[in-house]
C-alpha cells in the first residue's frame, strides 16, 4: 500500500503543482509576514501621529486595510511570537513570559503550511530557543540580535553576517524568495529586530534622524495619580529608568564626568558591546554625528532642570527610534518593489505588524507589557489585491491569535480545531458580520524588568476592565472613549456600576472559553517563584 500510495503520490505532485501554475485554476496565494519588534502604531505615518514618515509601509494601507483596534493577547516579544505561531493564548501555548520554554514540538501553522505544499522561511528575530519547527530554512538572530555585523544562526549554523541588520534581515529575505521553488507557494516570515532598544539607526539615517524634533505626547509628564499601583511601581519611566549609555548614546567616560550613575547594571556595557560591534569606519561615521550631540549636553547638563531633561531624553529616544524605523520602512518598499518586478504582487499576501505596541513617552514612559491602549494594540496592514479591498480602515477587534487560522485559511488549509484564534479572511471581504465584540489579554512576566505587574483583562470597543494580582488585588476600568489616554480608573465610580458589571461577566465568559483560570494564574506563579530560587 505505502509502495503504490508513493508512486501516485510521486505522480501526481507535479500535476498539481502544473494545474496550480496553469491559467483556469486559483493559484494558493504566497505569504509575506512582515512583523517588526516593538513597533508603535504611532510611528506609522498611515495611523497618522506625525511622528515620522513611513512611506512604504503606508503603501500598503493605500493598496488594503488598516486595522486601528488590532491587539496582542500578550505584550511581549517571545509570548507574541509563540501566539503567532500557535494561533493559542499563552497560557495554552506554554510561552507565558521571555524566559519561559518554547516547546517547538508543538503544532504550528508553518508546520501545517509545510505539510501542505508550502515551503516555508523564518527570517530575522525569534526570540525562542531551539531550532525553529516548520520552516524549510531558517536564519534567525540570537536571543535579541544585534544592530551592527550581527550573528545569525543559519538552518541551525551560527555565524556573523556583516552589515546593518535590518538591512541584512531584507537581503535574505528577497534572498530567499528569488532562490525559491517556483512551482510551489511559499510562505517567509520577514521578523526585524527593530525597532527593539537599544534602538541604533543605519549609519544612512543618522544625520537626518537625530534633528529630528517631535511633538511631545500630551501624558509625557504623567503622575500616575488617576489609576493604581501598577502604573506608579511600573519601571519604564524615560527620566528615571533610561540607561544614560545603552540608550540615549552618552559616552560612559562622560557620564562619570557628569556624575551620571548606571540605571541598569548594564548601562555602560551596552553601548560598549553595541558601538564596539562596528568597524572602525562604521564607529568614525557614527562618531562623527553622536560627538557633537554629546558634547552639547555636556556643557548643558549641569543647568538642567529635571523638566528640561526630561524632554532631553525624550527627544533623543525618539530621535534614535524612529530613525531604526527609517530602515524598516525602506525594507517594505524593497520588499514590495521586488514583488511587483517578479510578477508576485498580485497573488501575495504582504501583512505588516509588530509583536506588540510600545510607549513613545505616553504617561512618561517606554516598553510595553500594560494592557493599557499603546502596547496592548499593534499595527496591522494587509495587502492582497486579489481579495482585500484597496484603502480601507477596519476598526474590528482582531488580535495576533488570528494570524495563523486567518493564513491557513488563505492557503486553503483545515484549521487545526484546537486553535483559538479566527480567520479574518471573510471579515475582510466584508462577509462577516458577527465577529467578537471583546477580546482577552494577559500578561506575566513579573518581578522582572520594568517590574509591570500581572495582569489579565478584557476590552470591548468602548471599555477596558484590568485585574492587577500577585503582591496587589487591584481592579482599574477606563472608558476609552471619554478617556483616551486612560488617564482615570473608573472602577470605583457608581456611574459606571453596570458597565463594570457586564465587562465582568464578559471576562469569565472569556476565560472560560479560553480555558483560562485562576488555577492556571496559580500554576504560572509557581514557575515564576522557582525561577527566582
Ligand atoms: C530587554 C530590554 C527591555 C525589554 C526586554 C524585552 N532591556 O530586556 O527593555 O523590555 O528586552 O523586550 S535591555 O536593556 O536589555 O535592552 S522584548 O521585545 O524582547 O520582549
Ligand atoms: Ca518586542
Given at each position: ?43 506609522v ?39 503567532l505561531?500557535?494561533?493559542?493564548h ?27 505544499g ?13 531550532l ?21 544562526i ?6 556573523q ?36 532598544r ?54 560612559p ?42 558634547a ?59 509583536d ?15 494592557m ?45 480545531k484546537?486553535?483559538?484564534?479566527r ?56 472608558d ?26 464578559k ?27
Open positions: 500500500w505505502t509502495k503504490i500510495t508513493g508512486w501516485m503520490l510521486a505522480l501526481a505532485l507535479p500535476l498539481m503543482a502544473a494545474a496550480q501554475q496553469g491559467s483556469g485554476v486559483k493559484k494558493r496565494p504566497n505569504i509575506v509576514y512582515i512583523m517588526s519588534d516593538d513597533h508603535g502604531y504611532q510611528a505615518s498611515a495611523y497618522g501621529y506625525g511622528l515620522n514618515h513611513t512611506p512604504n509601509i503606508d503603501r500598503l494601507a493605500k493598496e488594503g486595510v488598516l486595522f486601528t483596534q488590532a491587539t496582542v493577547t500578550n505584550s511581549l516579544c517571545a509570548p507574541s511570537r509563540a501566539v505561531l500557535t494561533g493559542k499563552s497560557f495554552i501555548n506554554g510561552k507565558i513570559d521571555n524566559e519561559a520554554r518554547f516547546d517547538w514540538n508543538q503544532d504550528n501553522f508553518a508546520k501545517q503550511l509545510q505539510q501542505h508550502y515551503q516555508t522561511a523564518l527570517i530575522g528575530k525569534i526570540h525562542m530557543d531551539g525553529p519547527q516548520g520552516f524549510d530554512y531558517s536564519a534567525v538572530l540570537i536571543d535579541q540580535g544585534e544592530y551592527y555585523n550581527p550573528n545569525f543559519i538552518n541551525g549554523k551560527k555565524q553576517v556583516p552589515g546593518y541588520v535590518t538591512d541584512l534581515t531584507t537581503d535574505m529575505t528577497l534572498d530567499w524568495i528569488a532562490k525559491r521553488d517556483t512551482a510551489k507557494p511559499f510562505c517567509v516570515l520577514f521578523h526585524q529586530k527593530a525597532p527593539h537599544e534602538w541604533l539607526p543605519a549609519l544612512r539615517h543618522i544625520a537626518e534622524y537625530t534633528k529630528l524634533k517631535v511633538k511631545e505626547p500630551s501624558t509625557l509628564f504623567d503622575d500616575y495619580k488617576g489609576r493604581g499601583t501598577a502604573a506608579r511601581t511600573a519601571e519604564m519611566n524615560i527620566l528615571k529608568d533610561m540607561n544614560w549609555a545603552g540608550d540615549s548614546k552618552i559616552p567616560a562622560m557620564m562619570d564626568e557628569l556624575g551620571l550613575k548606571q540605571t541598569l547594571t548594564w548601562d555602560k556595557a551596552a553601548y560598549t558591546n553595541n558601538l564596539g560591534r562596528m568597524t572602525p569606519d562604521e564607529r568614525k561615521a557614527w562618531d562623527a554625528v553622536y560627538d557633537p550631540i554629546m552639547d549636553f555636556k556643557k548643558r547638563y549641569p543647568s538642567m532642570s529635571k523638566t528640561e531633561l526630561m524632554r532631553w531624553r525624550y527627544q533623543r529616544y525618539m530621535q534614535d527610534y524612529l530613525g531604526t524605523v527609517a530602515a524598516v520602512d525602506d525594507g517594505v518598499g524593497r520588499l514590495l518593489d521586488f514583488l511587483k518586478t517578479n510578477g508576485l504582487d498580485e497573488n501575495t499576501i504582504v501583512i505588516y505588524t509588530s506588540q505596541g510600545f510607549y513613545l513617552g505616553e504617561h512618561g514612559w517606554f516598553d510595553k507589557r500594560f493599557y491602549e499603546e502596547s496592548l494594540r499593534t499595527p496591522l496592514l494587509i495587502r492582497y489585491p486579489a481579495e482585500i479591498p484597496q484603502g480601507k480602515r477596519s476598526a474590528s477587534l482582531v488580535q495576533n491569535l488570528d494570524f495563523a487560522p486567518t493564513l491557513l485559511d488563505y492557503a486553503g488549509v483545515a484549521v487545526p484546537d486553535m483559538q484564534g480567520s479574518f479572511r471573510k471579515l475582510l471581504n466584508g462577509k462577516d458580520t458577527s465577529w467578537r465584540d471583546a477580546i482577552y489579554y494577559t500578561y506575566y512576566e513579573y518581578p522582572s524588568i520594568h517590574m509591570v505587574k500581572r495582569h489579565y483583562g478584557v476590552r470591548t470597543n468602548r471599555y477596558k476592565l484590568i485585574h492587577f494580582y500577585y503582591d496587589v488585588d487591584e481592579w482599574e476600568l477606563y476609552l472613549e471619554k478617556d483616551p489616554h486612560e488617564m482615570k480608573n473608573v472602577y470605583n465610580d457608581p456611574a459606571y456600576a453596570s458597565v463594570r458589571k457586564n465587562l465582568y461577566k471576562l469569565v465568559q472569556l476565560r472560560k472559553q479560553y480555558k483560562d483560570s485562576d488555577a492556571n494564574d496559580q500554576r504560572f506563579l509557581q514557575v515564576a517563584v522557582k525561577k527566582q530560587q
